[in-house]
């Protein structure tokens, strides 16, 4: 057992330095779409397609503080977990700076629904006072990283934990793709809005996502630590509540 | 034992912010948010953004308050849970010692 860790450590780090020479810096562009930037179908399209979610998103809330009250100070701590990690730009080796999401957690703890609430208020908030994404993309940045990048990681989540993965694996794993999962979905909106004269959307995703995709690399592992990090202390702490909260989303979330 | 793999974890993000800082010269890591306008204009060079943010930080110094700003609240929340729950779990203990 102990042989077989060393040897999984060891081919991660190989991974990554591989990772790290392969690498060409270039400048990225981390992040969500900016303000004005689809065009006007596409920023309607994804609004129209994010309400739903949202609504959802609100009834599921509504549903847990309703049946367990006390379970509101977790929900507190889902958001503010996405808060916090989405105010940190951090270094990339792209040479470019991103943040991560925080929305693999609260996927995990509530389902992905809570998300797609919690995940919009955050958004909401650096729309109108960083200027950071904006009003009329925010239904493309909810799309991505408040409801698809929330369910791609609850998703994992269910699927390592099936399969008797150890929860902490499934836990980083959840996170991890999540996060990534809401940048590849960003590059997929600005590909569909921006096709390319040559080669079209698939050119124009092939574009953005090699950039994207390998700016958030180091920082979707970030985000995975962090995460199992959280769920550590919450554990050691709180750990039938967290329990009683998960067993809630069986019973139809 | 736990407290250990913790620290591990704290490390390990550290590292990965700090090793880009190390390896990648000659940049400024912005968040480039300007690069992706560009990327656009490549792509589609007749397109004009047809919405401006409602407000925008004042300049570099101002934006970074609100991300510090931001950032603060949600470590608050995010300290108050945990210490709360820690708190709850200590008194419990002490409850079953006492009544044992």
Redesign the interface.
């Known amino acids: 057992m102990r042989k077989k860790q060393w040897g999984s450590g060891l081919l991660a780090v190989a991974g990554f330095l591989l990772y790290l020479l392969i690498n060409e810096p270039q400048t990225a562009y981390g992040m969500h779409i900016m303000e004005g930037f689809l065009p006007v179908k596409w920023a309607v399209f994804w609004w129209v397609v994010f309400v739903p979610f949202f609504v959802l998103g609100l009834r599921s809330i509504r549903r847990i503080t309703k049946e367990r009250p006390e379970a509101k100070l977790m929900l507190g701590l889902a958001g503010a977990f996405t808060f916090v990690l989405s105010a940190l730009k951090i270094p990339s080796v792209t040479g470019s700076s991103s943040h991560p999401t925080g929305t693999g957690f609260g996927a995990i703890v509530f389902g992905p629904l809570v998300m797609s609430v919690l995940g919009a208020l955050v958004l909401l908030f650096q729309a109108l006072l960083l200027a950071h994404g904006g009003l009329t993309t925010l239904g493309a940045n909810a799309m991505s990283m408040a409801v698809i990048g929330p369910f791609v990681a609850y998703g994992i989540y269910r699927v390592v934990m099936k399969a008797n993965g150890s929860q902490k694996i499934a836990i980083f794993l959840a996170a991890a793709l999540g996060d990534l999962a809401t940048y590849v979905v960003t590059s997929l909106q600005l590909a569909l809005a921006f096709p390319a004269a040559s080669g079209g959307v698939a050119a124009s995703f092939m574009k953005f996502a090699g950039i994207f995709a390998i700016t958030q690399i180091p920082l979707a592992i970030s985000e995975g630590l962090l995460t199992v990090l959280v769920w550590n202390w919450l554990q050691s702490y709180n750990r039938t509540e967290l329990e009683e909260i998960q067993s809630l989303q069986k019973r139809g979330a | 034992m736990?407290k250990w793999?913790?620290w591990l974890?704290?490390i390990?993000?550290v590292l990965?912010?700090v090793?880009?800082?190390l390896?990648?010269?000659n940049?400024e890591?912005?968040?480039?948010?300007?690069?992706?306008?560009e990327?656009?204009s490549e792509?589609?060079p007749n397109?004009t953004?047809?919405?401006?943010?409602?407000?925008?930080?004042p300049g570099g110094e101002t934006?970074s308050l609100?991300?510090?700003v931001?950032?603060a609240?949600?470590?608050?929340?995010?300290g108050y849970?945990?210490g709360?729950?820690?708190g709850?779990?200590e008194q419990k203990k002490k409850g079953e010692r006492d009544a044992a």
């Open positions: 736990k793999t913790n974890l704290v390990g993000v990965l912010a090793i880009p800082l390896l990648v010269k940049s890591f912005g968040g480039a948010d300007g690069v992706a306008e990327a656009i792509v589609a397109y953004p047809w919405f401006a943010p409602l407000a925008q930080p934006e609100l991300f510090a931001q950032a609240l949600g470590a608050g929340v995010v849970g945990i709360f729950y820690r709850r779990s």
